[in-house]
């Protein structure tokens, strides 16, 4: 009880300064329609048009939401006006990015742990990796892979991947180095060999970082997938979605593929929190 | 195990004129100088000194963990590296060093399963040495539902769970408080007499010194050596109440004299 209150308290925040945002900003229309019908509207009339506009500079929440009820629920699912198709679209190349992402920073991590050379010559490489704008590489990506005749599914995945590598290696890294000299020592009294140290010490005391990282990386995948879906004039997908409502103008269909998105990334890092409530919990670490 | 058909005055641990040079930042260390010492089998051995005089060094080298850079030394007859491969001894760290996410009978499992013994076996000596540290029932617990001399008594178990003739112990008990570490010693001194392994000890206590041990090596730094090595004159049979005896007085007089002297030096 305690913390809905204040969770309360901040959403019904957001919700009056965006329906405060919304009559400031379409306004400046409202007054335009009204002055060309030779008309001065009293300020319940501006709050009302401001709330209910075609396509208003920043919609209302209702509209939003009779948006999203419209293309969620009352489309079938596999119609291409349905926001659950597109929606699914994007998800399943975030998530094959997100798989590629972890099983690529695993072994970038492994190598830099375990190989001196990696350890010393890879992680600048990872970094830069992440310092160019993936807004300017993912149309090369898409292209130079369309060129081998890769399309789809594939490329924005590559994108997505590219993005969630990063936070695994980097966490892994620090994961699989997590254990003390003094635990290592121990390992060395018993004359474990490398695989009995990663296995039973390395991997178990990575786990917390593991999980961490997988919840940014998911995040991280999810944005890779849609601006994969930008550059190419995506039929489909969220990223479609938005680069068309940005070409008509359609802003409520922009937010509500905003919102589709943000729920999709939030129920993707809870369900990546559920795992890491359970295996902490089983591992006895939480 | 060849060794256990030696004699009983054999050295199992022999260092000869050892030397241990740590190369630091500002300048080089002499954490180890000029030591000689044999521990004969079924020696309960303690090392006293104060701190940075080698001691825990001293016990790293017999390990394997740290390779002096001068002098010699054997481990059952053979170098460190090669006794640490066969197994030959269990080290006990000064802290428990448990594993978190493994329970108390998983983490004494653990060096069992590393030294691939079988399932039957591990859950047979897991029971056994939570006995002997009288741990019993708490197998399933986690390290951090036990007291840090239980779990104190958790990692000395788990050095006690596979056959290692020697027991390397680097002030176990140094974090416990007094009635607790009475108790431990005298679980210590009970479970040396009966499984006669060979004890090294590390300690910064004067009484823990002359009640456990059978041998005392007094350490001093700068560089570290060894300043006096008293043979004990009590029995092995020793209840907590000989610490009132003249005996045991009188030896740890000779420690505290041999630790004084050590200071003096520089
Ligand atoms: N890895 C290392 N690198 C550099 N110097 C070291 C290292 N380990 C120990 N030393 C130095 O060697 C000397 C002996 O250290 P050691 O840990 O053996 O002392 P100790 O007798 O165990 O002391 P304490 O009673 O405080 O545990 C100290 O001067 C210490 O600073
Ligand atoms: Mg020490």
Redesign the pocket.
């Known amino acids: 009880m305690k913390s809905v209150l204040p969770v309360l308290t901040i959403v019904g925040a957001i919700f009056a300064i965006w329906y405060g945002a919304a009559v400031w900003l379409n306004a400046p229309w409202a007054h335009d329609v009204a002055a060309r019908a030779d008309r001065v509207l009293s300020l319940p009339e501006l709050v009302a048009d401001t709330w209910a506009q075609d396509k208003p500079k920043l919609p209302a929440p209702h509209q939003v939401a009779v948006e999203l009820w419209d293309t969620v629920v009352g489309k079938s699912i596999t119609s291409k006006r349905s926001l659950v198709y597109h929606a699914w679209i994007t998800l399943s190349a975030s998530l094959l990015g997100f798989v590629m992402g972890t099983v690529l920073g695993f072994a970038l991590a492994l190598g830099i742990v375990y190989n001196r050379v990696m350890d010393m010559s890879v992680m600048p490489w990872v970094i830069a990796s992440q310092t160019i704008p993936i807004l300017a590489i993912a149309p090369m990506i898409i292209v130079v892979l369309n060129a081998v005749g890769l399309s789809g599914l594939l490329p924005k995945a590559m994108i997505s991947m590219y993005l969630s590598f990063f936070p695994i290696v980097v966490g892994m890294v620090k994961g699989l180095r997590s254990p003390d000299g003094m635990q290592l020592d121990q390992m060395r009294t018993w004359n474990g060999s490398r695989m009995q140290e990663f296995f039973k010490l390395r991997l178990p005391s990575s786990m917390p970082y593991l999980f961490t990282s997988m919840k940014i990386a998911m995040a991280a995948s999810l944005v890779g997938a849609i601006v994969g879906e930008l550059p190419t004039g995506a039929v489909a997908g969220l990223g479609a979605r938005l680069l068309a409502g940005s070409y008509y103008g359609q802003t409520i269909q922009i937010w509500s593929a905003l919102i589709m998105a943000a729920a999709l990334a939030a129920a993707a890092v809870a369900l990546i929190g559920l795992m890491q409530r359970v295996v902490l919990k089983r591992m006895g670490l939480s | 195990m060849q060794n256990k058909s030696l004699a009983s005055s054999e050295a199992v641990i022999s260092a000869r004129n050892l030397g241990l040079v ?1 190369p ?1 930042a500002d300048g080089s ?1 002499e ?1 180890l100088k000029d030591v000689s010492l044999d521990i004969n089998k079924g020696d309960f051995v303690s090392f006293i ?1 104060p ?7 001293f016990l790293r080298v017999m390990a394997d963990l740290e390779t002096p850079t001068s002098g010699e030394i054997t481990v059952n007859g053979v170098s460190p590296e090669e006794a640490r491969r066969a197994r030959a001894y269990g080290y006990v760290f000064q802290a428990a060093g448990l594993y978190p996410w493994r329970t108390i009978g998983g983490n004494i499992r653990l060096p069992l399963e590393i030294m691939g013994y079988s399932r039957a076996e591990q859950a047979e000596r897991v029971s056994r040495v939570l006995d002997l540290v009288e741990l019993s029932g708490f197998e399933k617990k986690f390290p951090w539902q036990l007291s840090g001399g239980m779990q104190q008594r958790a990692s000395i178990a788990r050095a006690l769970a596979f056959d290692a003739d020697i027991l390397l112990m680097d ?1 176990p008990f140094g974090a416990l408080d007094e009635i607790v570490r009475d108790h431990l010693n005298e679980q210590l001194l009970e479970l040396w007499k009966r499984t006669e392994k060979t004890i090294a000890f ?1 300690t ?1 206590s004067i009484p823990e010194a002359v009640y456990l041990s059978t041998k005392i090596v007094v350490m001093s730094p700068r560089p ?1 050596r060894i300043t006096d090595v008293i043979e004990s004159p009590l029995p092995r049979d020793r209840p907590l109440d000989i610490r009132d005896t003249p005996e045991f007085l009188e030896v740890a007089h000779r420690v505290r004299e041999g630790l004084r002297a050590g200071h003096a030096y520089d």
Do not use: I, L
């Open positions: 740590f630091t260390v954490a000194g701190s940075g005089c080698g001691k825990t060094t002030e590390v910064h570290g």
